[in-house]
């Protein structure tokens, strides 16, 4: 939380976990995102409505392909979460493992304040706007009573009085400062200052055989998505995905690989009804990297004649 | 080629039934009652307090026992075996119509259509009704013409809602704005006001108050065009800028009329600046429009006519040259004026629209005295408005056209022509169908008849011309002679066919038919109802069949006869065989992205419901028992989750169901023992599982379900 409006620094580390290349920071989302394009997915559960996945939040999963463009453009590394941690965590003692227990203990002070101070504001809220209602009732019933009965007025005043007296005996009890911080579980169980800072160039992400078409679309300044959805590899839009639909369902094919045309006349029709154009694309093995874009797209629509 | 126009129902074999009358589904059950092109000879039903009915029953059990009918139709349909297409076509009537009525309707993808292409051809060349495929494009453009005034009135709605909105902020602008001042104010050091917040406002205020409500169109033009302009305005020296203009519109105001009539449209300003140079220049240079508005708006009289809306100028510039032209150039026109609005009815009818003059050339020809009415014409003949210059009656319904500008020209009474062109178009009515010589015909008709009425050389041909003016309506009405001409519609279509028939027509059927190599297998080895021809009309054996079959199922046909047990058409053929098998009605699944579609009775009736897949599947040990084998099935077993994906989402958005069948593939064997174990051999060791496969969104399917229950 304290480093939370922190410029972010490159190269970011991404952690990799079971697998997956996962984001843990906001900032970091929307910094990848506004400067290099990349999405990702999240996959978080929300902890305030978790019976739902419609809506996702915080972590962040990249597709193998994001992550490799990320660490070819030196933009971030990959850190191997178990083995950090184990280095890391049976490693650490005295001063360093009082200061990591010092962070996590004031994560959890700050989150009972904050949670404390959100609770207090809404109770006195809903008692204000009880009391209100009250007290305009009664003012209401002693207008009519007025008139016919003065004892009923007395009395509907006394309760009126009772009434707003009692949340306030309430309020007043209700702040007991507790100094127990709330239990914390950290996404990461290091500091990010405590990451290497100078990581040693890793291995490539292992990415699937479509990456040179992502890498085409992602240098033509296309967002891409995962096309899993619409049966495809890439959702590829023109802009950011939250401003504008897709504009085309992407799947990679090798230079030589026999496909049925079946799978042209599925992926064409799917790509109209959907109002995408179907786009395949394949790297040619003859063209020489160095010579420029080695990657040739083509746009299947489906004509209705 | 084929005589069709002797019976026009020659497609069918059968005869169809006319009476009682039978509903759609009737004809269709009965067309398509059998499923398979098989005879079947059940024994008649026993009636146990009947004891003829036992007799019956043991009469059909004897004569069929000893003289077994043949459940084969006699004779076998032939189809030729084309490698081109990978197909079987068939090409003589009574096939196609027998396969396609007994559940076998080939590869074409064209969803439920009949083969009725002769049908459609007969029918376009007599005109008779619309084809099936004439009305789907009709229904289709007129789906598309709502779609696109849908669209159209969403976009007004949008364009409506933005200039709302446009106008809101505008206010909202100008409120803050009025604000923001009071706040600016001391940067402003050089105004000439003393104090500071309160006279601000009151300039404000004050540049406001020289913007009336825009009541007129001086008003607006006179409004700020942007913010800028009116900071410049409020805060410049009053009496610099804001006066003249003041005093001009005073002054205009006096002199513009509200715009009533289009000459005061006409002279409004366009701009500003026409504003201020019209009132600077006023008493240097007096307007002239200003000056002959008075003489003009007598000439122009309000549109309520035709006429009068031709006379109309189209801009200002014609406004100036009216007048100073009128009297030597144009007086025609003025001239003729009255007589021209008394010949031109208003517009009621069609006639009378088309009756209508195009420009004032016509008006003023028209307006013409009757003597020097053939001179006219032969202007006309000459002249490029629409009005003569039509195009030459090709159409062979020019006559009836003709027939009735003839009785508009008698009804106005130009031409003292009676109404002997009856008998034209009774002749014409007969020759209808042979375009070009018809239209010969017709002209040289309608000439005869002018002739013979006019008697000028030069008049047939401009009858001629004007005849063809509107076709829409009048197309569908043809007289028949001694009939009065009737442009209600009282049509007799049964006079042209009758002619029609008299004449052969000869449409050569280019319609055929093609089965997929799976049906012609299963029609020829499964059903023994069709008898495949190779290229020198000699039957194929179903042995021959089944290996030709199989080395052309790949794409480049295989020659090596040593064929492994997983290709192609023995896999589709396997799965065909057993819907087939099963009642099923199987179709090719090109157009859905799937091998085949399962029909419950066929396309005729309803759509399909299950979309098949074929996935080839490995579980013999022999496929994995060494390295190559296992990265062999490796590469034919691989798909990908968003193929099938993909695969699904166009299934279930077509609303069928989608299988997957896995067909086990047993290990090969050496031609030899294939030969040995036949066809049912080979056959036979194949297995077949189905699984069915759905998108379940546990949201949605919710909803459904609970639509489902409602309902």
């Known amino acids: ?305 | 080629m084929t005589d069709v126009t002797q019976k026009p129902q020659s497609g069918e074999d059968k005869p169809r039934p006319s009476e009682p009358r039978l509903t759609r589904s009737q004809q269709l059950n009965k067309l398509y009652a059998l499923p398979a092109p098989l005879r079947t000879f059940p024994l008649p039903t026993l009636v146990p307090h009947n004891p003829l009915s036992l007799f019956h029953v043991l009469y059909v059990w004897l004569s069929q026992t000893i003289k077994p009918p043949s459940s084969h139709i006699e004779p076998l349909y032939d189809g030729h075996w084309s490698p081109e297409t990978r197909s079987v076509h068939i090409t003589d009537g009574r096939s196609v119509r027998g396969l396609w009525e007994q559940g076998f309707y080939g590869k074409g993808s064209l969803s439920r259509s009949e083969p009725n292409w002769m049908k459609g051809q007969i029918a376009r060349a007599n005109k008779l009704r619309a084809t099936s495929e004439e009305l789907t494009r009709q229904r289709r453009e007129e789906r598309q013409q709502a779609k696109w005034e849908r669209a159209r009135k969403e976009r007004e709605a949008i364009d409506q809602k933005l200039l709302e909105e446009a106008k809101a902020v505008l206010e909202e602008t100008v409120a803050n704005d009025d604000s923001t001042w009071t706040e600016e104010k001391p940067l402003n050091e050089s105004d000439t006001i003393s104090t500071i917040s309160e006279p601000d406002r009151n300039t404000w205020r004050r540049s406001l108050k020289f913007f009336p409500s825009p009541v007129g169109p001086i008003e607006l033009l006179s409004l700020p065009n942007s913010l800028s302009d009116l900071e410049h305005w409020a805060y410049d020296d009053e009496p610099v800028s804001p006066t003249p203009i003041e005093e001009g519109t005073r002054h205009r105001s006096r002199s513009m009329p509200s715009p009533v009539g289009p000459i005061e449209l006409l002279s409004l300003p366009n701009s500003s600046s026409d504003l201020k140079q019209w009132v600077y220049d006023e008493p240097s240079n007096p307007n002239p429009i200003k000056e002959d508005m008075g003489p003009r708006k007598q000439q122009f009289l309000p549109p309520v006519g035709p006429t009068e809306l031709l006379l109309l100028p189209n801009s200002s510039s014609d406004l100036e040259h009216g007048p100073y032209n009128d009297v030597a150039a144009s007086p025609a026109i003025h001239l003729k004026e009255t007589p021209v609005s008394q010949q031109c009815a208003a517009p009621t009818g069609p006639l009378e629209i088309l009756a209508l003059p195009n420009s004032l050339e016509d008006l003023s020809l028209r307006g013409k005295p009757l003597e020097s009415r053939d001179h006219a014409e032969a202007e006309l003949d000459k002249s490029t408005n629409g009005y003569s210059h039509i195009p030459n009656g090709i159409e062979p319904d020019t006559a009836p056209g003709a027939e009735i500008n003839d009785k508009w020209t008698n009804d106005s009474g130009v031409n003292g022509r009676t109404g002997s062109e009856t008998s034209v178009n009774g002749t014409t009515a007969d020759i209808r169908d042979e375009a070009s010589s018809n239209s010969v015909q017709s002209e040289e008709i309608v000439s005869n008849g002018f002739a013979s009425t006019n008697g000028a050389p030069e008049t047939p041909k401009i009858k001629r011309q004007k005849s063809v003016r509107f076709s829409p309506t009048v197309e569908q009405n043809t007289f028949i002679e001694g009939e009065p001409p009737n442009l209600e519609g009282g049509s007799s279509s049964t006079a042209a066919s009758i002619e029609l028939q008299e004449k052969p027509l000869v449409i050569q059927d280019q319609e055929h038919f093609q089965l997929m190599m799976e049906e012609a297998f299963f029609l020829s080895y499964g059903l023994g109802a069709l008898k495949v021809l190779d290229s020198t009309n000699s039957p194929i054996s179903n042995e021959d069949l089944f290996y030709m079959f199989r080395r052309y199922s790949h794409f480049t046909p295989v020659s090596n006869p040593i064929l492994s047990p997983d290709d192609p058409f023995v896999l589709n053929y396997v799965v065909y065989h057993h819907y087939r098998s099963l009642g099923w009605c199987v179709r090719g699944g090109a157009k859905f992205s799937c091998d085949f579609l399962l029909y419950n009775r066929g396309p005729v009736f309803s759509h399909a419901e299950f979309a098949i897949i074929i996935i080839p599947s490995y579980t013999d040990p022999y496929w994995s028992s060494d390295v190559f084998m296992q990265n062999y099935v490796k590469g034919r077993e691989k798909k990908s989750w968003s193929w099938m994906h993909c695969i699904n989402r166009v299934i279930s958005q077509v609303k069928k169901k989608l299988v997957l069948v896995y067909v086990d593939v047993p290990p090969p064997v050496d031609t030899d023992a294939e030969r040995k174990l036949g066809i049912d051999g080979v056959l036979g060791r194949y297995k077949v599982r189905e699984f069915v496969m759905r998108r379940w969104l546990s949201n949605r399917e919710r909803g459904s379900n609970e639509e489902k229950e409602k309902a």
């Not at chain 1, 990959?78 to 941690?85: C, N, P």
């Not at chain 1, 007025?153 to 911080?181: C, I, K, M, Q």
């Open chain 1, 1 to 305: 939380m304290s480093e939370s409006f922190a410029p972010i620094s490159e190269p970011i580390p991404i952690p990799k976990i079971a697998g997956r290349y996962l984001l843990f920071d906001v900032n970091v989302v929307t910094y990848l995102r506004s400067t290099y394009h990349i999405c990702g997915v999240l996959i978080g559960s929300i902890p305030q409505i978790p019976q739902q996945n419609v809506f996702l939040g915080l972590p962040l999963e990249l597709m193998p392909e994001e992550a490799k463009l990320l660490v070819e453009k030196e933009v971030a590394y990959i850190v191997d979460d178990v083995a950090w941690h184990k280095e890391r965590f049976n490693t650490l003692e005295g001063s360093d493992k009082k200061k990591y227990l010092e962070s996590l203990r004031s994560k959890g002070l700050e989150a009972r304040r904050i949670a404390e101070g959100v609770s207090r504001k809404k109770s006195e809220n809903a008692l204000a706007k009880q009391a209100a209602q009250r007290r305009r009732k009664a003012v209401e019933a002693s207008a009519e009573d007025h008139n016919t009965n003065e004892d009923t007025t007395d009395g509907a005043a006394s309760e009126s009085l009772f009434n707003d007296v009692r949340p306030a005996s309430r309020a007043s009890s209700a702040p007991s400062t507790s100094d127990t911080p709330f239990p914390v579980t950290p996404t990461t169980s290091y500091s990010p200052s405590s990451l290497p800072e100078n990581p040693t160039p890793q291995a490539d992400p292992p990415v699937p055989s479509s990456y040179p078409l992502f890498k085409h679309l992602h240098s033509r300044n296309y967002f891409v998505m995962p096309g899993l959805r619409f049966g495809c590899d890439y959702n590829v839009y023109p802009g950011d995905p939250l401003r504008f639909h897709s504009h085309f369902s992407a799947t990679s094919y090798d230079w030589d690989e026999e496909f049925s045309m079946i799978d042209l006349i599925g992926g064409g029709r799917l790509g109209t009804r959907v109002k995408k154009a179907f786009l395949i694309g394949g790297k040619d093995p003859c063209v020489e990297p160095d010579k420029g874009d080695s990657v040739r797209t083509f746009c299947i629509e489906w004509g209705g004649m």
